[in-house]
T-cell receptor
């Protein structure tokens, strides 16, 4: 069965600081990987996704993530965070099988201090 | 497209009452997911459908929960009888799944359920 772990439960940064959120998954086969963001009181929105090809993927709002297959990792990065990045971030995975059950990690709460 | 549409947005009900949550997936999507989000347990996948057929309902917490998808454009999640511990935000999501290997899930706005 697939599972996703996220390294940090809560991260607090000052504006302009660099961000890296860790994500590891467990599944022996080929996977699709996602990062979703949930702003306070809102629904989940896709930040970026990896299906195949270049392991460094770029998403919206200056976010990027790198897939390292040997480490089963898909860490999210942003060089300079803004107050508006305050949100909950979820890493997710689904196996490349006929049925695309998407499993989410527990989430990392990011607070950016102005 | 209007995206995934859920109703109601908020529901407050008394313990023991039946609650029905509704979802309209994005047109053309053939996979539909119901998730529950709580502070304690995060995002839990309750059930998912492909082409209106329930594929995996192992996340449904107990028999009080049931879900149906009578057609490609509508799904319901029912709790009967409801209990205070069912209070959560329930999200519906859809995707172009089922044989399409590269898919992403699109989420609705959620239904915030409070059982008092």
């Amino acid at each position: 069965a697939q599972s996703v772990s996220q390294h940090n439960h809560h991260v607090i940064l000052s504006e302009a600081a660099s961000l890296e959120l860790g994500c590891n998954y467990s599944y022996g086969g080929t996977v699709n990987l996602f990062w979703y963001v949930q702003y306070p009181g809102q629904h989940l929105q896709l930040l970026l996704k990896y299906f195949s090809g270049d392991p460094l993927v770029k998403g919206i709002k200056g976010f990027e993530a790198e897939f390292i297959k040997s480490k089963f990792s898909f860490n999210l990065r942003k060089p300079s965070v803004q107050w508006s990045d305050t949100a909950e971030y979820f890493c997710a995975v689904n196996a490349k099988t006929s049925y695309d059950k998407v499993i989410f990690g527990p989430g990392t709460s990011l607070s950016v201090i102005p | 497209d209007a995206g995934v549409i859920q109703s109601p947005r908020h529901e407050v009900t008394e313990m023991g009452q039946e609650v029905t949550l509704r979802c309209k997936p994005i047109s053309g999507h053939n996979s539909l997911f119901w998730y529950r989000q709580t502070m304690m347990r995060g995002l839990e996948l309750l059930i998912y459908f492909n082409n209106n057929v329930p594929i995996d309902d192992s996340g449904m917490p107990e028999d009080r929960f049931s879900a149906k998808m009578p057609n490609a454009s509508f799904s319901t999640l029912k709790i009967q009888p409801s209990e205070p511990r069912d209070s959560a935000v329930y999200f519906c999501a859809s995707s172009t799944g089922g044989g399409t290997l590269n898919t992403e899930a699109f989420f609705g706005q959620g239904t915030r359920l409070t059982v008092v």
